[in-house]
């Protein structure tokens, strides 16, 4: 049931006339009266109050006639104006002081919502953050960051927090450095270096080592000490076993370049405190199971060790002495050594018996090379051929002739025979041939001399119909006739007898005459 005092939306109920079916209303802005249907006021219809609307409108020209051209909003300056949006406001293009320019409405103009441009509005928010993060730096003075207690911060204009200077001292090994903030949350250099160092020292090789060669049977040395028994001390295995171990023997000493090595004093003992030593390659082998222990006037040593005490007579001696059967006193005598000198054997060849050292001199190479030689021929006879072979000079020299022919060039193949190459004294031809089969006389140019005396000579060059001669051929037929090779007109090469060219028998090549024949 519709009232008098009914609000609906923006509107209040002021009169009812026709039992209802008319209503009046009035607005609650305004006070503007609007009538309205029965309907209408069911169902809530929240209608708009045009006095309202037209109100708003003219208030929105009132703004736009403010604004001008030149005008400053803050960093903001307008150009003109552009255009009016969806929603009825006045666009405006406008510069930032930083030479930006942007669209911006003119109620945010007024409003200061927009002040500046995107740039300088994230600028203003970046130094800001700045500003923020130096103030808590200023607090941050006495307190520990990670391992690192803050001493004194050297703040500077410009500079952000991250590369400000910051003085501090580690928790750990009490060293004062000065970092850049950014760095404070890494862990100290100093510290880090020495685990490093520490994590990287030749002795866990060591001790991994001794583990490896008592324990793993795959190990080459396992056999001289696992195989023996020996074992390392269960003190110096697990997690800290190092750090038991590294405390009891120290750091490995280096003296002139010389590297120690871990050393047991009693051989047949464990790796174990009390029985382990740094000890020199030196120390290492005269401290083996393998030296010859030798006592003499109540000394023990091992022969090494006697042997550089040894003046007057030298240790190779002393091991004779004693392979061969003296006592130990008989063995350091001073007293010359007499051995008995077995004879060389001796190598016959063509009634000359001489040793392989002397034979080695004779044909210039090793005694170790004779020997490999003998045993792969079988007898001394064949390896002293084949280095006679091998050592064999060539019949002929260089730069000589031999009767009319120059020897140009020596050549020895792998099969040990000499070649020679030959030139005519006329320096016209050129021959190749073995040191057995060598000539005196240019065969090329005695048939040449031979075809000059005969009726039918013909020159190099001279034509007969198309063909042209080029060369004389050295091969010759049954009755004697030599062969000159001619080229015909179309290029085709011919060999023909000398007499079918001088008696004009053959003018052409075949292709020429059949050619002209089936014209």
Not at 97 to 125: A, F, H, W, Y
């Amino acid at each position: 049931m519709i009232k008098l005092g009914l609000t609906f939306g923006r509107w209040i109920v002021s009169k009812i006339e026709n039992d209802g079916i008319v209503i009046f209303c009035k607005c609650i802005k305004c006070d503007k009266e609007n009538k309205f249907d029965y309907v209408e006021v069911l169902e809530k219809h929240d209608k708009k109050c045009f006095s309202c609307i037209g109100r708003s409108r003219s208030n929105i020209k009132k703004e736009i006639k403010i604004i001008k051209d030149g005008d400053k909003f803050n960093k903001w300056t307008v150009i003109k104006e552009i255009e009016v949006d969806e929603s009825q406001r006045r666009q405006y293009l406008v510069k930032c002081d930083c030479g930006k320019e942007g669209k911006v409405p003119g109620v945010d103009l007024k409003t200061n919502r927009s002040t500046q441009c995107s740039n300088c509005g994230r600028k203003e928010i970046i130094e800001l953050g700045k500003q923020k993060r130096l103030n808590n730096l200023k607090m941050m003075v006495g307190q520990s960051l990670n391992s690192f207690i803050i001493l004194e911060i050297e703040i500077k204009e410009g500079r952000d927090a991250a590369d400000t200077p910051v003085k501090v001292i580690c928790n750990v090994c009490n060293t004062e450095t000065i970092l850049n903030y950014n760095k404070l949350r890494s862990p100290c250099k100093t510290c880090k270096d020495k685990e490093k160092s520490y994590a990287n020292l030749p002795e866990r090789d060591i001790l991994r080592g001794m583990i490896d060669r008592c324990y793993n049977a795959k190990n080459k040395a396992f056999k001289y000490y696992g195989g023996r028994g020996i074992k390392v001390c269960d003190e110096w295995l697990g997690e800290n076993g190092f750090d038991k171990f590294y405390a009891h023997i120290g750091p490995r000493p280096i003296v002139e370049g010389i590297k120690y090595t871990i050393d047991r004093i009693n051989n047949d003992g464990h790796y174990e405190p009390g029985n382990v030593r740094w000890a020199t390659y030196e120390q290492q082998a005269n401290n083996t199971r393998a030296n010859r222990k030798i006592t003499l006037n109540g000394e023990t040593k091992n022969f090494g060790q006697w042997a550089k005490d040894l003046e007057n007579i030298s240790p190779s001696t002393v091991r004779y002495r004693l392979e061969s059967g003296k006592t130990v006193e008989e063995a350091f005598k001073d007293t010359p050594l007499i051995r008995e000198v077995p004879k060389s054997t001796l190598y016959d060849y063509k009634s000359e018996k001489l040793s392989l050292v002397d034979w080695s001199q004779k044909l210039e190479v090793t005694t170790n090379t004779l020997k490999t030689q003998l045993n792969r021929l079988g007898s001394f006879e064949k390896v002293v051929e084949h280095y006679e072979e091998i050592n064999k000079k060539p019949k002929y020299e260089l730069s000589t002739y031999v009767g009319e022919m120059l020897i140009v060039k020596i050549i020895r193949k792998k099969n040990l025979k000499y070649y020679y190459k030959l030139k005519c004294s006329k320096q016209k031809h050129n021959y190749f041939a073995e040191e057995s089969k060598i000539i005196d006389k240019c065969n090329k140019c005695i048939i040449e001399e031979n075809n000059k005396l005969d009726k039918y000579y013909v020159e190099i060059g001279q034509k007969f119909g198309k063909l042209t001669v080029e060369i004389l051929l050295v091969k010759k037929d049954k009755p004697g006739n030599s062969y000159y090779r001619c080229k015909c007109k179309c290029g085709n090469i011919v060999d023909v007898r000398v007499g079918n060219l001088i008696n004009m028998k053959i003018k052409s090549c075949s292709n020429c005459e059949n050619f002209n024949n089936a014209e």
